[in-house]
């Protein structure tokens, strides 16, 4: 079993930076694939990113792709999203999520494949 807890979220305005952490209670955090996925009022949870197990490879939205990194360091059990040039349609809340299939061929950027969720943390970018 394993607890995630996303934390760094606030109000910025638009063209800011923010750094989103991702805290996990499970030893075995360096073992799986991590992801980060966004929801804004009213609409479906879509995805921002992955990362894998070793940190070795990622993928991005293309709306994140050019603006956003995600990163982890397994050793403090904590995966994190940078968010530069930020916009208000970056505006929702942003969970983080665990893939223990961590030697799937391809990382994912389907919710469905993600086993563990974090909270959320809620990010505002006014205009």
């Known amino acids: 079993q394993m607890q995630l807890v996303e934390s760094g979220g606030g109000l910025v305005q638009a063209g800011d930076s923010l750094r989103l952490s991702c805290t996990s209670s499970?030893?075995?955090?360096?073992?799986?694939?991590g992801g980060w996925f966004r929801q804004a009022p009213g609409k479906d949870r879509e995805f921002v990113a992955a990362?894998?197990?070793?940190?070795?490879?990622?993928i991005y939205s293309e709306s994140a792709k050019g603006r956003f990194a995600v990163s982890r360091e397994n050793d403090r059990y904590t995966m994190y999203l940078q968010m530069n040039s930020l916009k208000p349609e970056d505006t929702a809340i942003y969970y983080c999520?665990?893939?223990?299939?961590?030697?799937?061929?391809?990382?994912?950027?389907?919710?469905?494949?993600?086993?563990?969720w974090g909270q959320g943390t809620r990010v505002t970018v006014s205009s």
């Open positions: 999520a665990t893939d223990y299939k961590a030697y799937r061929a391809l990382l994912s950027s389907t919710e469905n494949d993600y086993d563990t």
């Open positions: 499970g030893r075995t955090f360096g073992l799986v694939n």
């Open positions: 990362i894998r197990w070793s940190g070795r490879e990622t």
